[in-house]
T-cell receptor, first 109, second 116 residues
């Protein structure tokens, strides 16, 4: 099956700092999503981004499908950004959403 | 729209008991799926369905059954609960990846299951 690797596995920031999270995948995809799992366990959709660039407030994401990676940018981080960020993909001609192991982000005040 | 709903939110079972986790969506999505998440890990696919009457196994199907009699509902049955099934269970739905170029998946709030 398709492999999804996220880096870094853990990230600790001071409030106000910027960060970049990376997702590498091993095959062509027709779906790539970024999720934030908050401390209460909820999975929140951040971006649906099989290709291109999107922005939503302080967050933005870029997927370069031909090079099989996606980046999630968090600017001016806040304590409420803490949690686990997951990348998940669906291989082209497939249907299963495959998750990476996640990046645990801690933002300290 | 309520989106994807799951019941119950929490459940404690004894080894050998059976139960059904409920999942419903009101977005007219063909594709529905069940995942489990163990501590410190990503989500793993248990079973999925591409439409009413059609189900298939995912990555970790053993010990679970599903059926899809309507578009809206996709229950997950634990036949004889085991401690290894202690986990958080998420249901998700989307338009069918085979029929739509837009197949963003939406997740329910999860069910936290403990098997003693």
């Amino acid at each position: 099956g398709i492999q999804v690797e996220q880096s870094p596995p853990d990230l600790i920031l001071q409030e106000g700092a910027n960060s970049t999270l990376r997702c590498n995948f091993s095959d062509s995809v027709n779906n790539l999503q970024w999720f934030h799992q908050n401390p209460w366990g909820q999975l929140i959709n951040l971006f649906y981004i099989p290709s291109g660039t999107k922005q939503n407030g302080r967050l933005s994401a870029t997927t370069v499908a031909t090079e099989r990676y996606s980046l999630l940018y968090i600017s001016s981080s806040q304590t409420t950004d803490s949690g686990v960020y997951f990348c998940a993909v669906v291989r082209t001609s497939g249907s299963r959403l495959t998750f990476g192991e996640g990046t645990q982000l801690t933002v300290n005040p | 729209n309520a989106g994807v709903t799951q019941t119950p939110k929490f459940q404690v079972l004894k080894t050998g008991q059976s139960m059904t986790l409920q999942c419903a969506q009101d977005m007219n999505h063909e594709y529905m799926s069940w995942y489990r998440q163990d501590p410190g890990m990503g989500l793993r696919l248990i079973h999925y369905s591409v439409g009413a009457g059609i189900t298939d196994q995912g990555e970790v199907p053993n010990g679970y059954n599903v059926s899809r009699s309507t578009t809206e509902d996709f229950p997950l049955r634990l036949l004889s609960a085991a401690p290894s099934q202690t986990s958080v269970y998420f249901c998700a739905s989307s338009y069918s990846p085979g029929r739509s170029s837009y197949n963003e998946q939406f997740f329910g709030p999860g069910t936290r299951l403990t098997v003693l």
